[in-house]
C-alpha cells in the first residue's frame, strides 16, 4: 500500500492509525485513505488488538432480554460503543439468580469491561479486578453508577395524584430487590405521609401482567380500596387495568392508575397510561462513555439522570370529588 500511495510505510501506519494531525499533510492523508479505499484494505482488529493487550468489546449485563426498557439501554450503549471502536455483547442475568458467572473461559482475556443495569453491586463478584460501571443501581456502592433520579419522579406522580384531591392511594411495588425499586417505595411513602389524612397501602408482585392483576386485585377488594394505584413498572400497570376491568371499574372515572419507565406499553393501553419517563437509551449512552473513560485511566465522576411525568389519561380526580364537581355544575 505504501509503494501504491508513493509514501513510507510509516506514513501509512500514522494516517491509518488515525495519528497523522501536525505530523503528515491533509493531502498526502486523504492520499493513503483513496490508496487504501481503492486497494479493498481492512485493518486486521485481532492482530491489532492482541498487539495492544485489548479486545475493545464490553460486555452489558442485563437482568432480562425481553424487557423494551433494557433494549432501550443496549441501543444508547452501543450508539457511543460503536463511535470508539468498540463492540457490546449482552449477557442476560436473572434478579433472583445470584453472583453473575462468566460466559467467557477467561473473562479478563475477552472482555475489557462491563456495564450492568439494574442488577446488585455484588452480583459481579466473580468480575473483580474488571473495570465496570453499574447503571440504575444504588449511588452509594462501589465504583461509578449512573441513575435515574427515581424518587423525584415518584414523588412527581405523588404530587401529581395528591394534586387531584386522592387521599387513599395503593403502591403496587415490584418484588424486586434492587435499590431503584427500594428508591421508589420510600419516596413514595414520605411523599404520601406528608400530607395530613392519607392513606398508602401495597401489595407486591413480580413484575407481568398476570401476578400484578392479582395483587392489584387485593387491593381493590379492601373494604375501602384506593382510589389510585401507582405502579412501579408500566407491565406491572398493565395488570392492574385488567383488575379493575374484572370489577367493573372505569379507569379513570373510578380509579387512577399510575406506571413508571414510559414504554411503547403505556401509549398502547387505553387509556393512555400517566407515567414517568425514564431516559433509557440516554442512561446507557451515559453509562458507556463513563466505562470508557474508565477503561482511559480517568475517574468519572457518578451521575443521575432525570425522568420526566407524562400527564395522560389514566389520571383523574377521584370519584366523590368527581361527583361534587359534576353537582356544582349542574351535571
Not at 269 to 284: F, H, K, Q, S
Amino acid at each position: 500500500m505504501a509503494q501504491a500511495a508513493g509514501v513510507s510505510q510509516s506514513t501509512v501506519s500514522l494516517v491509518l492509525g488515525g495519528k497523522w494531525a501536525g505530523r503528515i499533510s491533509p493531502a498526502t492523508a486523504d492520499a493513503v485513505r483513496a490508496t487504501a479505499a481503492r486497494l479493498g484494505y481492512r485493518p486486521n482488529l485481532a492482530a491489532r488488538n492482541l498487539r495492544l493487550g485489548t479486545t475493545r468489546t464490553v460486555m452489558l449485563v442485563v437482568p432480562s432480554l425481553t424487557a423494551p426498557f433494557f433494549g432501550d439501554v443496549h441501543i444508547g450503549a452501543a450508539r457511543v460503543a460503536g463511535r470508539h471502536g468498540f463492540g457490546v455483547v449482552v449477557y442476560p442475568w436473572p434478579d433472583d439468580a445470584g453472583p453473575a458467572g462468566s460466559p467467557f473461559a477467561a473473562p479478563h482475556e475477552a472482555i475489557d469491561g462491563i456495564l450492568a443495569s439494574s442488577l446488585a453491586a455484588d452480583v459481579l463478584s466473580e468480575f473483580r479486578g474488571t473495570p465496570s460501571v453499574m447503571l440504575d443501581s444504588d449511588p452509594a456502592g462501589p465504583g461509578p453508577t449512573v441513575d435515574f433520579a427515581v424518587g423525584d419522579g415518584m414523588r412527581a406522580i405523588a404530587g401529581h395524584l395528591l394534586g387531584l384531591g386522592h387521599r387513599d392511594i395503593g403502591h403496587v411495588s415490584a418484588a424486586v430487590d434492587q435499590w431503584t425499586f427500594r428508591a421508589r417505595a420510600e419516596a413514595l411513602a414520605d411523599a404520601v405521609g406528608a400530607v395530613p389524612g392519607t392513606t398508602l397501602v401495597r401489595a407486591s408482585t413480580p413484575i407481568h401482567v398476570a401476578s400484578a392483576k392479582d395483587a392489584a386485585g387485593a387491593l381493590l377488594d379492601r373494604p375501602s380500596p384506593p382510589t389510585a394505584l401507582v405502579c412501579d413498572d408500566d407491565l406491572i400497570a398493565a395488570g392492574v387495568y385488567k383488575a379493575a376491568r374484572a370489577r367493573g371499574l372505569d379507569v379513570p372515572g373510578d380509579l387512577s392508575v399510575t406506571g413508571f419507565d414510559d414504554v411503547l406499553l403505556a401509549t398502547a393501553l387505553e387509556p393512555e397510561l400517566t407515567t414517568v419517563r425514564l431516559p433509557a437509551e440516554e442512561l446507557g449512552a451515559q453509562g458507556m462513555a463513563a466505562l470508557l473513560e474508565l477503561l482511559e485511566g480517568g475517574t468519572p465522576e457518578s451521575r443521575s439522570l432525570p425522568g420526566e411525568l407524562m400527564i395522560r389519561a389514566s389520571t383523574g380526580v377521584p370519584f366523590p370529588l368527581r361527583g361534587a364537581v359534576s353537582a356544582r355544575n349542574g351535571e
